[in-house]
């Protein structure tokens, strides 16, 4: 089928409108329309070509809302006019143990990206979200909560499920205290996760202005980075602490604000190594470790904990023709706090 959307042709270019075809529909698949798509830090790293040769001409797009308009035969997940949600990928080798086990994010084999990757086949590019149409297997799509809005619910898709997975990971919850740094797409997800589990909640950001959004999101505790000595007070502190920054920064700093048995999680992705001091490991038994997204079982769980918390990501609604600007704006972190393009623009 004929699809419409926005693309880069080659590395570093400016995202254009583009027609091209989806697959047509199979025995387990499902075509949704796509109502919103949520503009991912990771799409602008992927048609700059920052993380190693990519595939164009490229539609980008992991934050993925709509609703069923076609169902393939054997379909029994999803009916026609269901609200659901696509995320990171969408596909996976389904046999693997962390396939069996729902956790296909870490399919030994490799998930299928869901797009800048080959579908399974091994020769057709797999195209993402920023399109009208989709076409996609039931098993690898999420169901939406009715009292949730949908340009809100796009960014859970990633950004949500990035911070839900470790938070629930570290069994976070009442008596617990919890750090996020950085207070951006990723990290105010973190924070309404967690306040709404009933931890204490600090916020480290190197924008003081964040501190009322910071706290009208539910944090505690606010502490802008910019000040000399901020983490004095908070050595052996923190039951979990969540990076989220992709800026290249000291870890040690935040290790020693780990209280015994703590874990700091890397989520964002620096530009370089971290330079990890052992000595900011041992005194605690402190962990360091790592997250990605989440599994569909997990993702499932995290968006009916939305609709019965009433979460969702605050967003910024664009059309198609504001992608470049909002790339430009994302970088330079301009937004509050995650862009969304309306779908019917493309």
Same mark, same amino acid.
């Given at each position: 089928?004929?699809?419409?959307?926005?693309?880069?042709?080659?590395?570093?270019?400016?995202?254009?409108? $583009?027609e091209?075809?989806?697959?047509?529909?199979?025995?387990? &698949?499902?075509?949704?329309?796509?109502?919103?798509?949520?503009?991912?830090?990771?799409?602008?790293?992927?048609? $700059?070509?920052e $993380?190693? +040769?990519?595939?164009? +001409?490229?539609?980008?797009?992991?934050?993925i809302?709509?609703?069923?308009t076609?169902? #393939? +035969?054997?379909?029994?997940?999803?009916?026609?006019?269901?609200?659901? #949600?696509?995320?990171?990928?969408?596909?996976?080798?389904?046999?693997?143990?962390?396939?069996?086990?729902?956790?296909?994010?870490?399919?030994?084999?490799?998930?299928?990206?869901?797009?800048?990757?080959?579908?399974?086949?091994?020769?057709?590019?797999?195209?993402?979200?920023?399109?009208?149409?989709?076409v996609?297997?039931?098993?690898?799509?999420?169901?939406?909560? &009715?009292?949730?809005?949908?340009?809100?619910?796009?960014?859970?898709?990633?950004?949500?499920?990035?911070?839900?997975?470790?938070?629930?990971? $570290?069994?976070?919850?009442?008596?617990?205290?919890?750090?996020?740094?950085?207070? #951006?797409?990723?990290?105010?997800?973190?924070?309404?996760?967690?306040?709404?589990?009933?931890?204490?909640?600090?916020?480290?950001?190197?924008? +003081?202005?964040k501190?009322?959004?910071?706290?009208?999101?539910?944090?505690h505790?606010?502490?802008?980075?910019k000040?000399?000595?901020?983490?004095?007070?908070?050595?052996?502190?923190?039951?979990?602490?969540?990076?989220?920054?992709?800026?290249?920064?000291?870890?040690?700093?935040?290790?020693?604000?780990?209280?015994?048995?703590?874990t700091?999680?890397?989520?964002?992705?620096?530009?370089?190594?971290?330079?990890?001091?052992?000595?900011a490991?041992?005194?605690?038994r402190?962990?360091?470790?790592?997250?990605?997204?989440?599994?569909?079982?997990?993702?499932?769980e995290?968006?009916?904990?939305?609709?019965?918390h009433?979460?969702?990501?605050?967003?910024?609604?664009?059309?198609? &023709?504001?992608?470049?600007?909002?790339?430009?704006?994302?970088?330079?972190?301009?937004?509050?706090y995650?862009f969304?393009?309306?779908?019917?623009?493309?």
């Amino acid at each position: 089928m004929k699809v419409r959307g926005y693309a880069a042709m080659e590395a570093k270019a400016e995202l254009k409108p $583009w027609e091209f075809d989806r697959r047509e529909l199979g025995a387990n &698949d499902i075509a949704l329309h796509i109502k919103y798509s949520g503009i991912c830090h990771s799409d602008i790293h992927q048609v $700059w070509e920052e $993380w190693g +040769p990519a595939i164009f +001409p490229m539609v980008p797009g992991h934050e993925i809302a709509g609703l069923v308009t076609h169902v #393939g +035969p054997s379909v029994s997940k999803f009916k026609v006019g269901d609200r659901i #949600g696509v995320g990171v990928f969408v596909d996976s080798c389904r046999n693997c143990p962390p396939c069996l086990k729902g956790l296909q994010q870490y399919c030994i084999e490799g998930m299928t990206g869901t797009y800048n990757q080959l579908e399974r086949d091994g020769k057709t590019p797999a195209m993402g979200g920023y399109s009208n149409v989709m076409v996609i297997n039931e098993d690898y799509a999420v169901s939406i909560p &009715d009292n949730l809005p949908l340009d809100g619910v796009a960014p859970l898709l990633c950004a949500g499920i990035t911070l839900y997975s470790p938070i629930k990971h $570290w069994k976070i919850g009442p008596g617990k205290q919890v750090a996020v740094m950085g207070l #951006g797409g990723l990290g105010h997800m973190g924070v309404k996760f967690a306040v709404a589990l009933g931890a204490e909640v600090t916020v480290f950001s190197h924008s +003081p202005a964040k501190e009322a959004d910071a706290k009208a999101m539910g944090a505690h505790h606010f502490v802008s980075t910019k000040e000399a000595d901020f983490s004095k007070q908070y050595r052996k502190h923190f039951d979990l602490i969540l990076n989220t920054v992709s800026a290249e920064l000291d870890i040690n700093i935040y290790l020693e604000m780990l209280n015994v048995d703590g874990t700091l999680v890397v989520i964002g992705l620096p530009g370089k190594p971290y330079a990890v001091e052992v000595g900011a490991l041992l005194p605690a038994r402190r962990s360091l470790s790592g997250s990605m997204i989440g599994g569909i079982p997990e993702m499932q769980e995290m968006l009916n904990f939305c609709g019965k918390h009433n979460i969702v990501s605050d967003v910024e609604v664009i059309t198609a &023709d504001y992608i470049n600007v909002a790339y430009e704006r994302t970088v330079a972190s301009d937004v509050k706090y995650r862009f969304v393009i309306d779908a019917t623009t493309f």
